[in-house]
């Protein structure tokens, strides 16, 4: 392939903010998808984390499909659910955006890991990713399962070939993390600014 499993979710990142600097929603969205191919090469260590990220994407993107105008900003599905205090329901779009913005973290985490630590394995980098972003927000059963899968992550030498493509792969993962990073935090933000930012998993 050309350039790296990386390069897509690269270019579609440049379309993420608005001229004015707000989220967009369905760049954002698309972006998150062109992680999964990405996680896809993990095989059942990953299972559980991307069937909970396409959960969350298919739930923003019926909403954002009802009315693409009023939901073309990402903030606005959040908005809409404050005012009509649904916000916090777990089948909300708010708690999807936040889940779907934890998972995400994992994953930046799990690859500046691979980046920074060369002589890391796969599971210290998945171990050390996990406790530093979803483990606290998982209840026991979450957790545990967890653990249970990363058990499953292929040899980490073997993993970096089939995601190198191309390109430089290094180079690619770094620039994801400090691409992607940024704009999760801006999530992050958001949501504590409107006190929903330490929901837990039920």
């Given at each position: 392939?050309?350039?790296?499993?990386?390069?897509?979710?690269?270019?579609?990142?440049?379309?993420?903010?608005?001229?004015?600097?707000?989220?967009?929603?369905?760049?954002?969205?698309?972006?998150?998808?062109?992680?999964?191919?990405?996680?896809?090469?993990?095989?059942?260590?990953?299972?559980?984390?991307?069937?909970?990220?396409?959960?969350?994407?298919?739930?923003?993107?019926?909403?954002?499909?009802?009315n693409p105008t009023r939901f073309n900003y990402l903030y606005s599905f959040v908005q809409a659910e404050v005012e009509i205090k649904t916000a916090k329901s777990s089948s909300s779009c708010t708690n999807g955006l936040l889940w779907l913005t934890r998972a995400m973290d994992f994953i930046v985490v799990l690859f500046h890991n691979l980046a920074l630590h060369q002589d890391w394995s796969m599971s210290q980098a998945c171990n050390d990713s996990y406790s530093k972003t979803l483990r606290k927000w998982h209840g026991w059963l979450a957790s545990s399962s967890f653990t249970v899968a990363i058990k499953l992550a292929p040899e980490r030498k073997k993993f970096m070939e089939v995601i190198g493509g191309t390109g430089d792969i290094y180079g690619d993962m770094e620039k994801f993390c400090t691409t992607f990073s940024p704009i999760l935090q801006q999530i992050h933000k958001f949501l504590a600014s409107v006190g929903l930012d330490s929901m837990k998993a039920s």
């Open positions: 392939m050309e350039g790296t499993l990386f390069s897509p979710a690269l270019e579609g990142m440049k379309h993420v903010k608005s001229e004015h600097g707000e989220l967009m929603t369905k760049p954002f969205l698309e972006v998150c998808k062109l992680v999964l191919p990405i996680l896809d090469k993990f095989g059942a260590a990953m299972t559980v984390v991307k069937s909970d990220i396409n959960g969350n994407i298919s739930r923003l993107e019926s909403k954002y499909n009802d």
